[in-house]
């Protein structure tokens, strides 16, 4: 018996050591859902902005329309698109200046004496502010597209496929701006890193237009990057109830997720070691 207690022991052991950061963890998602949850003006100031981009794009492809622009796609369409597009840019908070505020006040270095690990902290703590921005957010983007469509897609089920997509998009997007942060050791200011992400996530992941209406070379390029599948991707379940295209979205989310999540995690290790060498 005191064979089969020690193995047992050590299994038990193992468990606990498992649970313990996954529970840490789990309480820096909860606090940062907590934040956002109070933080009303910005929710206010965010589904304004959403309603008022809705507004303008409407007004737009109503123009658009009558001078026969559009092709196949209606304003309607592209009005449900952009709608499931911004959902997932106004879901992403700005991680990458909380990690700058830690780096200038100290915090960071302090936090780096805890059992768990500060990128995995913060990364945490962000998801939990997103997944409160998705949950809140979705609802005014599909009033507020409802509303200045005119009424719902042509097949309402593609916005079901849009939600996983969504989730693993914002997912995506938290820790490449994660990484982002990263930067912050050597940059000290992560604005211009930021400001150069956002504006390749514009153009080539087609936050206003999708893909299609591209150049035939800039459609390719665009689609060989995670900017692509996390909102074009996203944003085309509005033109149709198609679970294998949903799929096809949502395996390509899953595998630039595996290679972003890699590549932020060298990067961490990288400008911790420098941080580090540095003195601290």
Known sequence: MTALAVPAARAGGQRRTVRGPLRAYGAYAT?????????????VGRAAFLAVILFVFS???????????????????????????????????AVHLEVENDLRSGDLVARLSQP???????????????????????????????VMAGGFPREPGGLVLAVPAG????TLAVISVGGIGACAVWLHDTSPVYWIWSKLAFMLGGLMLPLEVYPGWLRTFASW???????????????GFDPGEAAG????????????????????????????????
Do not use: H, K
Request: hydrophobic share 60%.
């Open 31 to 43: 606090a940062g859902a907590r934040l956002e949850l109070a933080a009303r003006s910005a929710f």
């Open 59 to 93: 007004r737009i492809w109503a123009l658009v329309v009558r001078q026969g622009g559009l092709g196949d796609r209606s304003g309607a369409d592209l009005l449900w698109y952009i709608a499931l597009t911004e959902w997932v840019m106004l879901s992403i908070p």
């Open 116 to 146: 768990v690990s500060y990128p995995a902290a913060r990364l945490a703590e962000a998801g939990g502010a997103a997944a409160v921005r998705l949950l809140l957010l979705g609802p005014v983007a599909l009033a507020a597209a409802a």
């Open 167 to 170: 989730i693993l998009a914002t």
């Open 225 to 239: 990057t995670p900017f692509g599948a996390m909102l074009n991707g996203t944003g085309r379940m509005a033109f």
């Open 249 to 280: 979205v949502v395996a390509s989310l899953a595998a630039w997720l595996v290679v972003i999540s890699l590549g932020v995690a060298l990067l961490w290790r990288r400008s911790l070691r420098a941080l580090d060498g540095y003195g601290g």
